[in-house]
């Protein structure tokens, strides 16, 4: 099968840029021909994972993997705009009429399902949506985007969706498929026996996105749950970066009365050997209003480390 996907893709930090470097890594796994459509080179500075070129490459020379980034910047006009969902769309066009395709494949909605969305209507291919929880709580119901959105998700071929969301989906008129959206890959993330550090002291994780929201996150709450724990039991390791990372780490400074260290986010292919180097990783998220799986929570329970939902 032929397969062209528009997505989020590494250096872009975050779920669904990681969700879909393994769904890409499946699919070249089994024989598929796979395009990747992507807007990754474009990424702001706070959200870019470093030292993604290398291991890429391997992707591109050696998996296979065709690997299309829109050309950018975008030229200078009024009001000045990235224009991300008129490249996408253009690199689509040129990639679908390339060849013969069986698939296309998004991602997220916005921008990447509208791009496909029209691509399809221009090229016949079929479209299958994929999409996350903040594109859902974010944009289906809103005005300025509920209209196309709903024509994307109707017109679909199939849209893959889960128990979260399957409700919302399928009043659009969707033909809808209920799973779960993730799927861990077993032989990257194998069952460790926890971390390397003294036995003494355990290793507690934050791993994900920094941004000006970063209470939502439960980020208050872990460095709360911190200062009140035997430091020379207790190691917390901040794992992430964003547009909050400095709001964030001057407050648990202060609220910790010692600096706190962020380590830089990693790319989702060295995901395993952070999870390998700690006991237990926080999934707090308590923004009520974007429902999703934890795809951390997935690969640390494959893996056995103790995932913490509540404090």
């Known amino acids: 099968m032929r397969v062209c996907i528009v997505s989020k893709f590494p250096p872009i930090e975050g779920g669904i840029a990681a969700r879909t470097y393994w769904h890409v890594r499946r ?13 990754s080179g474009s990424v702001e500075q706070q959200y870019r994972i470093a030292g993604c070129d290398e291991h890429l490459d391997w992707l591109v020379r050696q998996a296979g993997l065709r690997l299309h980034d829109i050309p950018g910047p975008a030229p200078w006009h009024v009001p000045q705009s990235q224009d991300y969902l008129e490249r996408l769309l253009n690199e689509l066009l040129l990639v679908l009429r390339s060849g013969d395709w069986d698939q ?24 299958i949506v994929r999409h996350g929880g903040s594109d859902i709580a974010k944009f289906l119901a809103h005005p300025a985007y509920g209209a196309i959105l709903h024509d994307v998700l109707h017109d679909a071929q199939l849209v893959i969706t889960d128990e979260y969301h399957e409700h919302v989906i399928r009043d659009t008129g969707a033909r809808t498929e209920s799973r779960p959206i993730y799927e861990v890959y077993e032989s990257a993330f194998e069952a460790e026996s926890g971390s390397d550090v003294l036995e003494s002291r355990r290793v507690f994780a934050y791993i994900g996105k920094i941004n000006h929201h970063w209470r939502r996150k439960g980020l208050d709450q872990i460095v709360d749950w911190y200062a009140q724990q035997d430091r020379s039991k207790t190691i917390l390791r901040i794992v992430g970066q964003g547009v909050g990372e400095s709001d964030f780490v001057r407050w648990a400074s202060e609220r910790l009365e010692t600096a706190l260290p962020v380590e830089p986010f990693v790319p989702p292919w060295d995901m395993p050997q952070i999870l390998a180097s700690v006991d237990a990783v926080f999934a707090l998220d308590s923004d009520s209003a974007v429902k999703n799986t934890s795809m951390l ?3 640390a329970r494959q893996m056995g480390i103790e995932v913490i939902k509540s404090l």
């Open 297 to 299: 929570g997935i690969e």
């Open 104 to 127: 296309i494949q998004s991602d997220y909605l916005v921008p990447y399902g509208i791009a496909a969305h029209l691509a399809s209507k221009l090229t016949g291919v079929p479209h």
């Open 27 to 39: 699919l070249l796994d089994a024989g598929h021909d796979v395009a990747l459509v992507t807007n």
